[in-house]
């Protein structure tokens, strides 16, 4: 079945300790976009892929970047993780202009 | 500035009987609407989407109003099974909103809970 699949489903870092958080899909989109959930809050874009063209929020922190190897693959990287950047991390892929997004089951980042 | 709201957090109804969960957009470029349903531990899936060119689409037990005058829009279940029970999103868009990629604003989320 084509999906996107997020690893690892959950992750422990320490404060201020770097954190990669991996995405891969199986659907040949060319978008690709990765969302900051807190509870209760809705999913905040913080940048996406179209292709290999990066587009980031202008409210996304320094401390967040991306990367995209290939199609199939998008990370996340949060240089130096605090108390707050604990949260839920949805990546989703779509087609270029498609109206609808979908989404890997999100990876639970726990900052200590 | 929230453009998408959900304003009822969470809603509960009886097995068999019908489930409506709102939402309320700001943004008129608004043209396309999806309901998203979410587990928890798990991503959202989608559910059902309208175009801003309808008022009604329906799919099995789920159905989506659009009411662009009121810019409102409702998801109804009928029935609702103890299954449904999950956060419900709201979320839209605007073509070209984002460039060629059509980003999506969510609402905040109504957790909807079927007790049989």
């Known amino acids: 079945d084509a999906m996107v699949i997020q690893n690892p489903r959950y992750q422990v870092t320490q404060f201020g300790k770097p954190v990669t958080l991996s995405c891969s899909q199986t659907?040949?989109?060319?978008?690709m976009y990765w969302y900051q959930q807190k509870s209760s809050q809705a999913p905040k874009l913080l940048f996406h892929?179209?292709?290999?063209?990066?587009?980031n929020e202008a409210d996304t922190p320094d401390n967040f970047q991306s990367r995209r190897p290939n199609t199939s693959f998008c990370f996340l990287d949060i240089r130096s993780p605090g108390l707050g950047d604990a949260a839920m991390y949805l990546c989703?892929?779509?087609?270029?202009?498609?109206?609808?997004?979908?989404f890997g089951p999100g990876t639970r980042l726990l900052v200590l | 500035d929230q453009q998408v709201k959900q304003n009822s957090p969470s809603l509960s109804v009886q097995e068999g009987r019908i489930s409506i969960l709102n939402c309320d957009y700001t943004?008129?470029?608004?043209?396309?609407f999806l309901w998203y349903k979410k587990y928890p531990a798990e991503g959202p899936t989608f559910l059902i989407s309208?175009?801003?060119?309808?008022d009604k689409n329906e799919d099995g037990r789920f159905t989506v109003f659009l009411n662009k005058s009121a810019k409102h829009l409702s998801l109804h279940i009928v029935p609702s099974q103890p299954g449904d029970s999950a956060v419900y999103f709201c979320?839209?868009?605007?073509?070209?909103?984002?460039?060629?990629?059509?980003?999506?604003?969510f609402g905040t989320g109504t957790l909807l809970a079927v007790q049989p």
């Open positions: 989703a892929t779509s087609i270029a202009g498609g109206r609808s997004q979908y």
């Open positions: 659907l040949n989109h060319n978008v």
């Open positions: 892929y179209y292709d290999k063209d990066f587009n």
């Open positions: 943004n008129s470029m608004f043209d396309y």
């Open positions: 309208i175009s801003s060119i309808k």
């Open positions: 979320a839209a868009s605007a073509r070209g909103y984002g460039g060629a990629t059509n980003k999506l604003i």
